[in-house]
């Protein structure tokens, strides 16, 4: 059975990207550090890093191995938490992707105001995000559609529209009507998620843009942020930059022939007749925003 710290020490080593300075992170000799990769390495008959003279790098292998593990060091943390802390309060567990928790978190600070409990977000990818609910070690995620298990319910909560935008004083921030056509010759960055992503770099492409010119990042503030700072182009959900649009620092392109582009979210609870008051006022919420009439929480 794989040890959960020696998961944690390949953790840390992939996110240092060094022997040493996991060693100093974790207040180990670096002789320890080897000898626990080297074990984990044995156990699962594969290497997990390359040398090399800017450090370690993971294989193909430790990529694959790396989300499970950081699932593993996250869990057993809150484990511990959940042992320490006091009954008379809760800790409230949710999963989301990066990309969400902007918009969702204060929705469910909102929602959740009443309750006495400590409320703990953490990312993760739709696929874990289900994965931790129907275990157990998460309350409630929020995802996309994916496949999950059948003691899992996925319930529909918004629709994010994907759009075009700029900053201000970019050469195309005063055109009154564009096309994706025209996009070509700016660089863009492009979080390419959720309905109409594929057919939108489909166009790019059949332009043709170079492909310098086409930059996919992740998560979609990554490509807000190099719309505000960089001159790019960012295409990503409304919500990411609803208030940089708010205040004028970024405009929305008017492309015309932008495909209908939306990320749709959903609430993931587990499948069961009774669950706790929190989830079911969470749950009443998200039914609320879903049943209005742009099913949009960007706004709020």
């Known amino acids: 059975m794989l040890s959960t710290y020696d998961l944690h020490v390949f953790a840390t080593i992939a996110e240092e990207g060094s022997f040493s300075r996991s060693a100093t992170r974790l207040h180990l000799a670096q002789p320890s550090i080897s000898d626990k990769v080297a074990r984990l390495e044995r156990q699962l008959g594969t290497a997990l890093f390359v040398r090399n003279n800017r450090g370690v790098q993971l294989t193909g292998a430790g990529r694959r191995l790396l ?17 320490k802390a006091n009954d008379a309060e ?9 990309s969400f928790a902007p918009t969702i978190m204060p929705f469910l600070i909102d929602v959740l105001a009443e309750f006495p409990l400590e409320l703990s977000n953490n990312d993760a990818h739709s696929e874990h995000v289900v994965e931790a609910v129907a275990d157990g070690a998460a309350d409630i995620g929020f995802t996309i559609a994916v496949p999950h298990p ?4 996925l319930e529909p909560f918004y629709a994010d529209p994907v759009v075009c935008v700029a900053d201000c004083d970019h050469p195309l921030a005063e055109a009154r009507e564009l096309e994706v056509a025209d996009l070509v010759g700016h660089t863009l960055a492009v979080n390419v998620w959720g309905d109409g992503a594929d057919r939108f770099v489909e166009m790019l492409r059949s332009a043709p843009i170079a492909a310098t010119a086409l930059r996919p990042v992740s998560p979609a503030e990554t490509a807000a942020a190099l719309a505000r700072h960089r001159g790019h182009i960012a295409v990503c959900t409304r919500s990411t930059v609803s208030l940089d649009l708010a205040d004028g620092r970024l405009v929305e392109l008017p492309v015309v022939d932008l495909p209908r582009w939306l990320v749709r979210v959903f609430l993931v609870v587990r499948d069961e007749p009774a669950r706790d008051a929190p989830t079911e006022a969470v749950r009443a919420a998200v039914a609320e925003v879903y049943t209005s009439e742009d099913s949009q929480l960007y706004g709020r």
């Open 90 to 98: 809760m800790t409230y567990r949710v999963l989301m992707h990066s």
């Open 150 to 153: 059948h003691n899992v319910r």
């Open 67 to 83: 989300p499970y593990a950081q699932r593993c060091v996250s869990l057993t943390e809150d484990a511990v938490r959940a042992v």
